[in-house]
C-alpha cells in the first residue's frame, strides 16, 4: 500500500532564505507525487506534479522538487521564501491506472512559517 | 480558470441532525470525490464518484453517509445522523480523468 511521510509538522524559516519541507513516499507502482497548499482558510492548491517525466518538477510560485526513486523522497524547495508563502504544504502520492488517476493519499502537512 | 464551488463555506449543526454538503463540479468533469481533514490531522479519501455511482469508498465512508449528484451539475453529501466526530473540513474535487480541483471546502461543526 502506498503512504507517505513528511518529516517535520513545522518548518520556520526567515523571508529570503531558502525552503525546504522534506517528503518521502511508499508506493508498490510508479507513482504520481504532488505537492499542494494551503492557505488558512482557503482550498488545496496543487504546486507542482510529477508523472514519470522529468524528475525535477517546476511549480508555481517559483517551487520545484525532485523525484529521487533511489531515496523514494520528493522534497520540496524554493530558493528564497516570501511571506506569502506562509502556509501548510501537503505531499501526495497517487497511484493511476489504466490511464485514470487513482485516489489520493496525502502527508500529515507541514506548516511553513516565514519570519520578517 | 474554471473552479470547484462548494457551499456552505461553514456549518454548524446538532449532533444527530442531518447535513447535506454541496459542490458544484467543473461542468465537463466525469469523476467526483470527496475527501475531509479532521483539525490537526491528514486529508483522508471518502469516496469517489464516477457514471451515476460510487466508484470507490474508504472505511470511513460508512452507512450514515451518501453521496448523489440530483440535477447533473451538483454533487452532494449526506450525513444522515452526524456525531461529533464528523467535525471536519470536506473537501469536494473533480477531475476530468487526471488532474484533481479541489474546492474550498465546507467546515463542518457538530455540537
Known amino acids: 500500500a502506498q503512504s507517505v511521510t513528511q518529516l517535520d509538522s513545522h518548518v520556520s524559516v526567515s523571508e529570503g532564505t531558502p525552503v525546504l519541507l522534506r517528503c518521502n513516499y511508499s508506493s508498490s507502482y510508479s507513482p504520481s507525487l504532488f505537492w499542494y497548499v494551503q492557505h488558512p482558510n482557503k482550498g488545496l492548491q496543487l504546486l507542482l506534479k510529477?508523472?514519470?517525466?522529468?524528475?525535477l518538477v517546476k511549480g508555481i510560485n517559483g517551487f520545484e522538487a525532485e523525484f529521487k526513486k533511489s531515496e523514494t523522497s520528493f522534497h520540496l524547495t524554493k530558493p528564497s521564501a516570501h511571506m506569502s508563502d506562509a502556509a501548510e504544504y501537503f505531499c501526495?502520492?497517487?497511484?493511476?491506472?489504466?490511464?485514470?488517476?487513482?485516489?489520493?493519499?496525502f502527508g500529515k502537512g507541514t506548516k511553513l512559517s516565514v519570519k520578517p | 480558470e474554471p473552479e470547484v464551488t462548494q457551499t456552505p463555506s461553514h456549518q454548524v449543526t446538532q449532533m444527530g441532525q442531518e447535513v447535506i454538503l454541496r459542490c458544484v463540479p467543473i461542468s465537463n468533469h466525469l469523476y467526483f470525490y470527496w475527501y475531509r481533514q479532521i483539525l490537526g490531522q491528514k486529508v483522508e479519501f471518502l469516496v469517489s464518484?464516477?457514471?451515476?455511482?460510487?466508484?470507490?469508498k474508504s472505511e470511513i465512508f460508512d452507512d450514515q453517509f451518501s453521496v448523489e449528484r440530483p440535477d447533473g451539475s451538483n454533487f452532494t453529501l449526506k450525513i444522515r445522523s452526524t456525531k461529533l466526530e464528523d467535525s471536519a473540513m470536506y473537501f469536494c474535487?473533480?477531475?476530468?480523468?487526471?488532474?484533481?480541483?479541489f474546492g474550498s471546502g465546507t467546515r463542518l461543526t457538530v455540537v
Open positions: 501526495v502520492v497517487s497511484e493511476d491506472y489504466g490511464g485514470s488517476q487513482g485516489n489520493l493519499i
Open positions: 464518484f464516477y457514471n451515476n455511482e460510487i466508484s470507490e
Open positions: 510529477y508523472t514519470s517525466a522529468a524528475t
Open positions: 474535487a473533480s477531475t476530468p480523468n487526471y488532474g484533481y480541483t
